[in-house]
């Protein structure tokens, strides 16, 4: 069974709108991390926000935030006032286990975002 | 800053060639990865090096090797290239579990074509 599910392969947003991707995971595990990555054209991925599994607050990096459900097992990364520059791929990834263990990521498929002006 | 640095952005090989694809980071990382990216299927882990010489499958390692002599250096082997090896390669590293919130770090990835 897949471990993270990004059910949108593309979505489309008018420039300076709001726009939420999608990721829902599935671990046994107690303590865990959740990444997410914009990989623009040029290929290089580049890391956005982190959320720990026992973090009270939802993460938010300037206009990044993540909608973390627990319960749901879902990690939607909400991007604020879109720009042109947004446009890319973006991927959800898990790490299992404690935050003292070692660093393997499981990775989402993907979703890609356009913003049109 | 971070800085991980891959060999070659594009690749062209022949099939049956050995091929090396290098990875060098500068920032003294214990925990070093490599991935392929293909369309549909996210990145998926060939192998990963949590120290010199140390080396661990990941979840796709048929048709490959790995190599880590040097704590900076972590190459990926195809040891007889094939069509399906056809795809993006990226490298990360990551510092020991200390760091455990900071994310690990990606070179810029090869494109590498197997005719």
């Known amino acids: 069974a897949q471990k993270i599910t990004q059910t949108q392969p593309g979505m489309f947003v008018q420039e300076k709108e709001a726009v939420t991707l999608d990721c829902t995971y599935d671990?046994?595990?107690?303590?865990?991390?959740l990444f997410w990555y914009k990989q623009p054209s040029s290929g290089e991925m580049i890391f956005l926000i982190y959320?720990?599994?026992?973090?009270?607050q939802n993460a938010t990096e300037g206009r990044y935030s993540l909608n973390f459900q627990k319960a749901r097992k879902s990690a939607n990364l909400v991007i604020s006032a879109s720009q042109l520059g947004d446009s890319a791929m973006y991927f959800c990834a898990m790490r299992e286990g404690p935050d003292t263990g070692f660093q393997k990521l499981v990775f989402g498929t993907g979703t890609r975002l356009l913003v049109s002006p | 800053d971070v800085k991980v640095t891959q060999s070659s952005r594009y690749l062209v090989k022949r099939t049956g060639e050995k091929v090396f694809l290098e990875c060098v980071q500068d920032?003294?990382?214990?925990?070093m990865f490599w991935y392929r990216q293909d369309p549909g299927l996210g990145l998926r882990l060939i192998y990963f090096s949590y120290d010199v010489k140390m080396k661990e499958k990941g979840d796709i390692p048929e048709g490959y090797s790995v190599s880590r002599e040097k704590k900076e250096r972590f190459s990926l082997i195809l040891e007889s290239a094939s069509t399906n090896q056809t795809s993006m390669y990226l490298c990360?590293?990551?510092?020991?579990?200390?760091?455990?919130?900071?994310?690990?770090?990606f070179g810029d990835g090869t494109r590498l074509s197997i005719l």
């Open positions: 671990t046994s595990d107690q303590s865990y991390g």
């Open positions: 959320q720990g599994s026992y973090d009270e």
């Open positions: 990360a590293s990551t510092p020991p579990a200390q760091g455990i919130r900071q994310p690990q770090h």
């Open positions: 920032m003294d990382h214990e925990n």
